[in-house]
């Protein structure tokens, strides 16, 4: 986040003004933080409404007396199809969201990059508006690439950030069945995403089960702690499907992505930043 005050004393005979610029790392995590909270916050009205909403209910909602162009869904079926459309639309928000995040991170990482506390009109006028322009034409890897040159680093969390962009365009453009565009001409798409997962490990067979789904276990368990990379495949003609934990890992991995971004940009000019992240 970047903050702009009137410096005192800006104004002399020579009509210049001057602006003090603060660059605040932690409040443009912080602003990305609270917008996929809100996101979690909304699917889970869905999620947990549609596990409560009864079939009399459905049937007298207050669209039964509107123009009915075709059947309605079989009420088992909607509940279904609500539970995928509010899961979808809060990924697909969030990669947005994401978005808006690199294009303010594009300009606190030209900001550090000025080697100067001091920045003049023209140098101020091509952050904000040409590099802007140029910006917002680029696709979503190509902003990624951008930072990534900007900052001379590598992204840990690139690749599964690209992959879950992937998915977005395929519930965006395909109603989330893959096609060949997404799996390049292999057999199946695969989205990658970090996760931290408390799984309980049945000592006999080693079956594992997730803390959120857990059930009684037959024999002595053990309950173990798991952070790192996950893969779900889908072959061409599924349809992309995440479940409100999987939901849940890709936020986790979008916030991780941001993380990485900014400590990059803050290695660039660590003195320009209000606070440490």
């Known amino acids: ?48 409404g549609v596990r409560k909403v009864q079939e009399d209910e459905y049937k007298v909602s207050p669209f039964a007396a509107a123009l009915q162009l075709h059947a309605s869904l079989p009420f088992s079926e909607v509940k279904d199809e609500h539970l995928f459309w509010c899961l979808k639309n809060a990924f697909t928000e969030a990669i947005d969201r994401l978005g ?76 989330g069945v893959v096609s060949s565009k997404d799996s390049k001409g292999k057999d199946f798409f695969t989205i990658k995403w970090h996760a931290m997962r408390i799984v309980i490990i049945d000592s006999v067979t080693g079956e594992e089960t997730s803390v959120p789904q857990l059930t009684p276990t037959k024999n002595e368990s053990a309950v173990n702690l798991r952070i790192g990379p996950v893969e779900k495949q889908f072959s061409v003609d599924d349809r992309i499907r995440l479940s409100p934990d999987e939901l849940n890992y890709t936020m986790w991995t979008f916030r991780s992505f941001a993380l990485e971004i900014l400590q990059a940009i803050e290695r660039l000019r660590p003195d320009l930043s209000t606070a440490p992240l």
């Open 100 to 175: 808006e995040f690199l294009e303010e991170s594009r300009v606190l990482a030209t900001l550090h990059c000025l080697g100067s506390t001091t920045i003049n009109g023209e140098d101020w006028n091509r952050i904000w508006a040409t590099e802007r322009e140029e910006f917002d034409w680029k696709r979503f890897p190509q902003k990624i690439e951008y930072l990534r040159e900007k900052c001379r680093t590598t992204f840990q969390f690139e690749e599964h950030v690209l992959t879950l962009n992937q998915a977005r365009n395929c519930l965006v453009h395909r109603r």
């Open 1 to 48: 986040m970047v903050e702009q005050h009137p410096a005192k004393g800006d104004s002399s005979e020579s009509g210049i003004k001057r602006v003090t610029v603060n660059v605040n790392l932690p409040a443009a995590l912080a602003k990305l933080d609270r917008d996929l909270q809100h996101l979690v916050d909304l699917v889970s009205i869905g999620v947990t």
